[in-house]
């Protein structure tokens, strides 16, 4: 038997990291920015500790691992009916999408500066929509493939994680305050990706490249999807972040509703 294979027929057992702490989750200014984006309690993060070497091509096993590992379970909660509760059922599958991580700047966000979506200031410009009354051009460009500003940020740089966070902060929760500037999106977005992502720089290039594995998951019991939710919801996400390095795996995630909980 390969190496490979025998890595691959293992299973992993986690440990909760409670010392492990995040500045979004500390910051007085970051967390008046959730409550006032109606995020604060809903979105939070966890992190654990794994046992074996990590490899992409075994990403759903470790997926799977966590959401059945005992440890982990006894730490999850999801919310059902405002309130709370533990996963009761086992997990019996999960869906795993890889998600690019690779930007080490904010460069990615540079276009949006320069296409209308903004003034000079930075503030956002309004337009008018049939649905909401409230709606300007960033969230435009950031929902509705056929307006003109969509693709001003590529598809490939879109399907990046620090765009997929970004695009969460500006959608926000169920009565979100919207942002009359960008600034406060660009900045938490700016700490929270420094918070979850580790990066390494090669001592001979001096190079900066990132070492986290982005997973978006979903857990599944033998009655449908349990976890992040039973319903989906485009801002009810659940990702796992994977640092092979240290052997450590953050759960990063937010549960789209009414009202603060503590996570």
Known sequence: MSGQECEYDKSFSFSPLPNKKFSFLQDKDTVALLMKWSMLGRISARSYSFDHNFHPYNCEKFVLSFFKDPEVLSSLRNLEAGFWVPLDMPVVSVSVEPVPCTKVSMELFDPIYSCGILWPSGHIVKCFHNVYSDYDELRQMLQEEDCDNYYVVGKEERDEFLFRLFKHLCLGGQVCQYEDNIEPYISTTKQMYKDLI?????????????????????AYDESGRCY?????????????????????????????GVGKFTC
């Not at 390494?200 to 979903?218: F, N, R």
């Not at 994977?242 to 937010?254: A, N, Q, S, V």
């Open 198 to 218: 580790n990066v390494q720089k090669d001592p001979e290039t001096k190079k900066i490249s990132v070492v986290s594995t982005v997973l978006k998951v979903c």
């Open 228 to 256: 992040p939710g039973t319903r989906e919801e485009q801002q009810t996400f659940a990702y796992l972040i994977i640092d092979p390095l240290k052997r450590h795996t953050t759960l990063f995630y937010h549960f789209y």
